[in-house]
């Protein structure tokens, strides 16, 4: 299933660097104590300045509802990972590792794969660094919680580019999904043995997908009950959320007792909510009928949620089932509603991926030449901003994720989800990692099948009596990653079509704060939950001290 960079691939990342008489050869030992099993899997390297990992408190990390959150495993000399609004910040060399025995140490060549620089190069110093054997080749997809079962060694202090021996010594704790995140107030900590009996897991085989991977596959995610579900005999709404990229079950569980806590405390009305998960070890599947990752959207529509309606009291018209997510969520949001428009009553896809791909994050993929690393004048594309300051550009992300692993991180995930299957039975890249060059003829296949403006554009006579009025977007402006160029573009659209739609850009709001209003750190969510319920249960009144976000007119 997975297919790893070639080796003259990894030197050409390091082309432009000058070269040095000798690699840095790391050894790494798997502790007999760790494991009385052989490993394998991708054996990453993660170091940085002694002085910068000392001084450097918890990293906030943006959470499933798009906020931000301190990273719950903490950095200084606990941890040393990635950090994901600055690729630069930690030194990544990385080399698969097909066995490794307990007692057994492998050496890895730390200039072959290295992001941002070979380590043989680095400035002469005191190093912290840890190594981690990404067993399930899931890192990049998950990075900012390491999984179950991945081996890991300690915090090491190490002259570089001097070297030294790293040792494998303990396995990661799988996170359980029911544990508080130690960022949260004891009144929130409370929540969670409360909430727990309205929170129902599910895991239901699906026929379609397992016909397409001819084995086994299974959607998983929750359902939230309302509080006055067990002593009524009612139907309720049902909201569908998709979390964005690198979510999981903790983050799912997460914003479910936020939710739970605010219908209890009738700040947004008594619905059902499903948190459904979209992450697969391609990234994120998006639940779209794609030929690489299988037909998701087909198994939602058809499989999973009649499944729910039999099993629950849900509001089974299109009237009573709503979208909602954020980012890689809100694109799903939204091609879930454009490409089954008569199933949904209506969809609410906050900081979506890109909907057209004449602006993907910033960036116009149909341009002769396009290139994703550097405009034509030859500077480099920004990928990350904040307050009008680039923090990372697309050429450093993408080439750190190379590192990172051949699979599941944002690049590659949007290739499972709109690329065409290459003849190596994966998805064709689009563009080179190398030099950023876009391949044209991917781009086509991408236009034709998931720019989600063409479509509509091209379907528009269709797509108009069940599609019409139900796009109700939300964006900040300037959104970090540039998504809110592509929710105009997409706009302008549908406004050329004569279509209803709603769409708001909220001034000085960016990808990880958009849901603030005020001081209401939920402010966005009452705002749409109170838009659904207004859909589904009409003439009811909506509270007043609902909050409504400012929007650029």
Same mark, same amino acid.
């Given at each position: 299933?997975?297919?790893?960079?070639?080796?003259?691939?990894?030197?050409? &990342?390091?082309?432009? $660097?000058?070269?040095? +008489? !000798?690699?840095? #050869?790391? *050894?790494?030992?798997?502790? =007999?104590?760790?494991?009385?099993?052989?490993?394998?899997?991708?054996?990453?390297?993660?170091?940085?300045?002694?002085?910068?990992?000392?001084?450097?408190?918890?990293?906030?990390?943006?959470?499933?509802?798009?906020?931000?959150?301190?990273?719950?495993?903490?950095?200084?000399?606990?941890?040393?990972?990635?950090?994901? &609004?600055?690729?630069? $910040?930690?030194?990544? +060399? !990385?080399?698969? #590792?097909? *066995?490794?025995?307990?007692? =057994?140490?492998?050496?890895?060549?730390?200039?072959?794969?290295?992001?941002?620089?070979?380590?043989?190069?680095?400035?002469?110093?005191?190093?912290?660094?840890?190594?981690?054997?990404?067993?399930?080749?899931?890192?990049?997809?998950?990075?900012?919680?390491?999984?179950?079962?991945?081996?890991?060694?300690?915090?090491?202090?190490?002259?570089?580019?001097?070297?030294?021996?790293?040792?494998?010594?303990?396995?990661?704790?799988?996170?359980?999904?029911?544990?508080?995140?130690?960022?949260?107030?004891?009144?929130?900590?409370?929540?969670?043995?409360?909430?727990?009996?309205?929170?129902?897991?599910?895991?239901?085989?699906?026929?379609?997908?397992?016909?397409?991977?001819?084995?086994?596959?299974?959607?998983?995610?929750?359902?939230?009950?309302?509080?006055?579900?067990?002593?009524?005999?009612?139907?309720?709404?049902?909201?569908?959320?998709?979390?964005?990229?690198?979510?999981?079950?903790?983050?799912?569980?997460?914003?479910?007792?936020?939710?739970?806590?605010?219908?209890?405390?009738?700040?947004?009305?008594?619905?059902?909510?499903?948190?459904?998960?979209?992450?697969?070890?391609?990234?994120?599947?998006?639940?779209?009928?794609?030929?690489?990752?299988?037909?998701?959207?087909?198994?939602?529509?058809?499989?999973?949620?009649?499944?729910?309606?039999?099993?629950?009291?849900?509001?089974?018209?299109?009237?009573?089932?709503?979208?909602?997510?954020?980012?890689?969520?809100?694109?799903?949001?939204?091609?879930?509603?454009?490409?089954?428009?008569?199933?949904?009553?209506?969809?609410?896809?906050?900081?979506?991926?890109?909907?057209?791909?004449?602006?993907?994050?910033?960036?116009?993929?149909?341009?002769?030449?396009?290139?994703?690393?550097?405009?034509?004048?030859?500077?480099?594309?920004?990928?990350?901003?904040?307050?009008?300051?680039?923090?990372?550009?697309?050429?450093?992300?993408?080439?750190?994720?190379?590192?990172?692993?051949?699979?599941?991180?944002?690049?590659?995930?949007?290739?499972?989800?709109?690329?065409?299957?290459?003849?190596?039975?994966?998805?064709?890249?689009?563009?080179?990692?190398?030099?950023?060059?876009?391949?044209?003829?991917?781009?086509?296949?991408?236009?034709?099948?998931?720019?989600?403006?063409?479509?509509?554009?091209?379907?528009?006579?269709?797509?108009?009596?069940?599609?019409?009025?139900?796009?109700?977007?939300?964006?900040?402006?300037?959104?970090?990653?540039?998504?809110?160029?592509?929710?105009?573009?997409?706009?302008?659209?549908?406004?050329?079509?004569?279509?209803?739609?709603?769409?708001?850009?909220?001034?000085?709001?960016?990808?990880?704060?958009?849901?603030?209003?005020?001081?209401?750190?939920?402010?966005?969510?009452?705002?749409?939950?109170?838009?659904?319920?207004?859909?589904?249960?009409?003439?009811?009144?909506?509270?007043?001290?609902?909050?409504?976000?400012?929007?650029?007119?």
């Amino acid at each position: 299933m997975y297919r790893f960079p070639n080796i003259a691939v990894a030197f050409s &990342l390091l082309a432009s $660097a000058p070269a040095y +008489a !000798a690699p840095l #050869i790391l *050894h790494v030992k798997l502790d =007999e104590a760790a494991t009385k099993t052989a490993a394998s899997g991708r054996l990453l390297i993660f170091a940085q300045p002694l002085e910068a990992a000392q001084t450097q408190t918890s990293d906030s990390v943006p959470g499933a509802d798009g906020s931000l959150h301190p990273n719950r495993e903490g950095r200084g000399l606990e941890t040393v990972d990635v950090d994901l &609004l600055n690729p630069k $910040a930690v030194e990544i +060399a !990385a080399q698969e #590792i097909s *066995h490794i025995s307990p007692g =057994e140490t492998v050496d890895i060549d730390a200039d072959v794969l290295a992001f941002p620089h070979p380590f043989s190069q680095l400035k002469t110093g005191r190093y912290a660094i840890q190594a981690v054997l990404d067993v399930s080749h899931e890192y990049n997809y998950n990075f900012s919680d390491r999984r179950g079962g991945d081996l890991v060694s300690a915090v090491t202090e190490m002259d570089l580019p001097a070297g030294g021996t790293l040792v494998l010594s303990h396995v990661q704790i799988p996170i359980d999904p029911l544990t508080p995140p130690l960022d949260v107030s004891a009144a929130q900590k409370a929540d969670f043995p409360l909430a727990a009996a309205d929170l129902r897991p599910f895991n239901i085989k699906s026929m379609a997908l397992e016909r397409f991977w001819g084995r086994p596959i299974h959607m998983e995610g929750l359902v939230l009950l309302p509080p006055s579900y067990a002593t009524g005999k009612q139907l309720y709404p049902v909201v569908y959320w998709n979390y964005g990229f690198s979510g999981g079950p903790q983050k799912a569980r997460n914003h479910a007792v936020t939710i739970w806590r605010m219908m209890h405390d009738s700040k947004i009305p008594p619905m059902i909510w499903v948190f459904l998960n979209e992450g697969s070890p391609t990234g994120t599947h998006e639940f779209a009928d794609s030929v690489n990752n299988g037909p998701w959207g087909q198994a939602l529509t058809t499989e999973l949620i009649p499944q729910l309606e039999r099993e629950y009291r849900m509001d089974a018209r299109p009237s009573g089932r709503f979208l909602t997510g954020h980012s890689s969520g809100g694109w799903a949001s939204l091609w879930l509603q454009v490409r089954y428009p008569a199933f949904f009553g209506g969809a609410w896809p906050t900081s979506p991926d890109p909907s057209d791909f004449h602006d993907w994050l910033g960036i116009d993929l149909y341009a002769p030449n396009a290139n994703i690393y550097h405009r034509p004048d030859g500077s480099s594309w920004p990928f990350i901003q904040a307050e009008g300051k680039v923090l990372a550009t697309m050429e450093e992300f993408s080439k750190q994720e190379v590192v990172m692993g051949p699979v599941g991180g944002q690049m590659s995930s949007f290739e499972w989800v709109f690329s065409p299957r290459g003849p190596q039975g994966t998805p064709m890249p689009m563009f080179d990692r190398a030099t950023g060059a876009v391949d044209p003829k991917v781009i086509r296949y991408w236009h034709d099948h998931w720019d989600i403006s063409a479509m509509i554009q091209r379907e528009w006579p269709t797509l108009k009596p069940n599609l019409n009025g139900k796009i109700h977007l939300i964006v900040g402006s300037p959104d970090t990653f540039y998504l809110d160029g592509s929710a105009r573009r997409l706009k302008a659209v549908l406004d050329g079509l004569g279509a209803r739609s709603d769409f708001r850009f909220v001034p000085g709001r960016g990808h990880f704060d958009l849901y603030k209003i005020g001081n209401d750190p939920q402010g966005l969510n009452r705002t749409i939950a109170w838009e659904m319920y207004a859909i589904a249960r009409p003439g009811v009144r909506r509270p007043t001290d609902v909050p409504v976000p400012q929007v650029i007119p």
